[in-house]
């Protein structure tokens, strides 16, 4: 079955420091990967996504996302954090044809 | 939350009441989709649309109910059928010449049923 794994259920960083939330995937062909950030009872947002081409991707709010081909990985990265940058993110992997499959989510947080 | 509106943000309702969540997006978007998110897992599809009058059930379709009369809006009924019917129920669309285009979501609606 097709899945997505984000490993982490929690990610805890000090502001200032870089962060990494991890997500990999178990998917047929060259699928689309997607970044979304959700702050409490709220709608998702879009962050960056990869289609094709350069394997690091920079997207919304300083954040960027590293493309792994060998190990089908999607790693959300960030240089320096802030702490509103605490929030539940979300991995999405749509393969060609089919419906975005999720990952679980990370909740990431950020202390001063 | 960019251009989807989804009302109530609250709602209340006792079991065996059917209930219908709205959603509404001025994006000129063709597809929306509707989602049940439950702590500590992924989004999970309902049902998604992708053309008026038409719709597709996904992956947990079974006590729910969609149509799609205008481009603009997708109403999801919960039916008393639906076990488990609390939860934070989201709407988004997204264009649909191209599946790499992102989705866009609304703010989102917490269905509590007692």
């Known amino acids: 079955a097709q899945s997505v794994a984000q490993p982490e259920d929690q990610v805890n960083v000090a502001e200032g420091n870089p962060l990494t939330v991890k997500c990999t995937y178990s998917v047929s062909g060259n699928p689309y990967l997607f970044w979304y950030v959700q702050y409490p009872n709220r709608g998702l947002q879009f962050l960056l996504k990869?289609?094709?081409?350069d394997n690091l991707v920079k997207g919304s709010y300083g954040f960027e996302a590293e493309f792994n081909k060998s190990q089908t990985s999607f790693h959300l990265k960030k240089p320096s954090a802030l702490v509103s940058d605490s929030a539940l993110y979300f991995c999405a992997v749509r393969p060609r044809g089919y419906q975005l499959i999720w990952g679980a989510g990370t909740k990431l947080i950020i202390k001063p | 939350d960019g251009g989807i509106t989804q009302s109530p943000k609250y709602l209340f309702r006792k079991e065996g009441q059917n209930v219908t969540l709205s959603c509404e997006q001025n994006?000129?978007?063709?597809?929306m989709y509707w989602y049940r998110q439950d702590p500590g897992q992924g989004l999970r599809l309902i049902y998604y649309?992708?053309?008026?009058?038409?719709?597709q059930k996904g992956d947990i379709a079974e006590g729910y109910s969609v149509s799609r009369e205008k481009k603009e809006s997708f109403p999801l009924t919960v039916t008393s059928a639906q076990k488990n019917p609390t939860a934070f129920y989201l709407c988004?669309?997204?264009?649909?010449?191209?599946?790499?285009?992102?989705?866009?979501f609304g703010p989102g609606t917490r269905l509590t049923v007692t």
């Open positions: 990869y289609i094709t081409g």
């Open positions: 988004a669309s997204s264009s649909q010449g191209d599946l790499s285009y992102e989705q866009y």
């Open positions: 649309s992708q053309i008026v009058n038409d719709f």
């Open positions: 994006l000129n978007h063709d597809a």
